[in-house]
């Protein structure tokens, strides 16, 4: 599989739930429990996620929580409910954020907000927002996003300030080395997300939504430098030259 594909594999298996009320998504086609559910706060009021402005999501620890079940952590009537959540009959995302094995992000507002917690902190590519939620919003706040320069630059809302200090040096780097070739504007012009991506990915150049994805971990080497170089060649041939062709 292209690399550019492998960071939003993992999103292809879902289930939508009620009128735009929560979209469960799965590891893949057999697996029998989601790991992540994106709820719709506002649909209790009509709103479809193109219209609504208040959102949740649920990060499911899909080992730990079968381990509990098989355990009989949860009995009764609580594991019944927990049955039928992960059924999606019982979409509530503020009644699971007690249990250890469910972290829920809750009161996400404005569908920029979403759009940053989920392409960022949960790894979705834009044009898989834009399948599921609508189009990504026209206007960001911009307290969902750093500039650096001209650059639009989106950090994991838990990262590290000794970590983001690291990939803030990085950028400095990249910028450098393409304003020496006189192509600082590939820079200037550009989305960057750091963001969790499959395997040993250090980064990639995503055609669908036009960024630039980099893996938070890595730090400054030759294969670091070259790579993400390489993926603005990437960038200036599909944005700036393609439309020779």
């Known amino acids: 599989m292209p690399k550019v594909l492998q960071e939003s594999r993992k999103y292809n298996y879902y289930r939508r739930i009620g009128d735009d009320e929560a979209v469960y998504f799965y590891a893949g086609k057999t697996a029998k429990m989601p790991y992540a559910v994106v709820y719709n706060d506002d649909s209790d009021r009509g709103l479809y996620w193109e219209d609504a402005s ?70 979705m590519s834009p044009a898989t927002f834009a399948e599921h939620f609508g189009e990504a919003p ?6 969902e996003y750093e500039r650096f320069h001209d650059a639009k630059v989106f950090f994991p809302d838990n990262i590290r300030p000794a970590n983001k200090k690291r990939m803030l040096a990085l950028l400095a780097t990249f910028e450098q080395l393409l304003d020496t070739h006189n192509l600082g504007f590939l820079f200037d012009d550009s989305d960057i997300r750091f963001i969790k991506l499959s395997g040993n990915v250090i980064g990639l150049y995503r055609t669908a939504s036009r960024d630039i994805a980099i893996q938070p971990s890595v730090k400054k080497s030759h294969e670091v430098i070259f790579t993400i170089i390489h993926e603005y060649g990437h960038k200036f041939w599909y944005e700036y030259m393609n439309v020779l062709v």
């Open 138 to 143: 026209a206007q960001m706040r911009g307290t």
């Open 54 to 123: 208040l959102f949740s999501v649920a990060n499911i620890k899909t080992k730990t929580l079968q381990q509990s079940l098989r355990r009989g952590v949860y009995m009764g009537e609580q594991r019944q409910q927990i049955l039928d959540f992960l059924r999606g009959d019982y979409p509530d995302p503020y009644h699971w954020q007690d249990l250890p094995e469910i972290n829920v992000k809750t009161s996400l507002y404005g569908r920029a907000e979403l759009y940053k917690y989920l392409t960022v902190d949960m790894s």
